[in-house]
């Protein structure tokens, strides 16, 4: 139970933590590059999902999910549909990526905000096109914001616990759920204590490789 709890939870992280990228890195990249009134706008925008409950905005995707929701409505009006998306993967996806996808943006933006745009100047004096100055210029320099942005998602991801409850079926069999479960219903708590120092452990392990890519750059610079 244990042991498909903990691969279920590190396959649902780590999936919703790259579509977080997929879509947050280009987000990221506009805001950067756009001129600092429509900047300010676009960060209130991204952040403006957190001046409400977080419980509140998963259950918003119930309503918008379910059979007789929103989306299936509308499918209907063009004769499709209905489609099953509540207490599915699928659903337990859209939530977490929904609900962690500033989390990505927000330190990809801190670190593309402050590139020198003079490198850029400087690959298209030399020839390079834009995707090439992009490839070779942009994305590496974008690094450290891009693993900070990916465990500020992937942690809090794997211990989730409300958005699988809400969205997820029987099958989407995460480990803070089994956690819960150990605390509350089953009330061993010796048990719950030994899984929940394990997963502690599976977070640490990225932070203390971050961290000490972190050391490595440092010590490169001086």
Known sequence: LYYTAYLYSLKVAAVSTFFCLLIGYPMAYA???STPAQR????MLVI???WTSFLL????WVGLLKTDGVINNVAAWFGLGPYTMMYT???VYIGIVYSYLPFMILPLYSNLERLNLDLLDAAADLGARRW??????TLPLSIPGIVGGCLLVFIPAVG?????ALLGGADTLMIGRVLWDEFFVSRDWPVASAVSVVLLLLL???IVWFQHLQNRELEAAR
Do not use: G, K
Request: glycine letters at 0%; hydrophobic letters at 60%; a positive charge.
């Open 31 to 33: 805001i950067s590059r």
């Open 40 to 43: 300010n706008l676009f960060l």
């Open 48 to 50: 403006l999902p957190f």
């Open 57 to 60: 905005r998963v259950y918003a």
């Open 89 to 91: 993967s699928f659903a």
């Open 132 to 137: 090439r100055a992009f490839v070779d210029i």
């Open 160 to 164: 989730e616990f409300t958005i699988p």
């Open 204 to 206: 640490i392990a990225p």
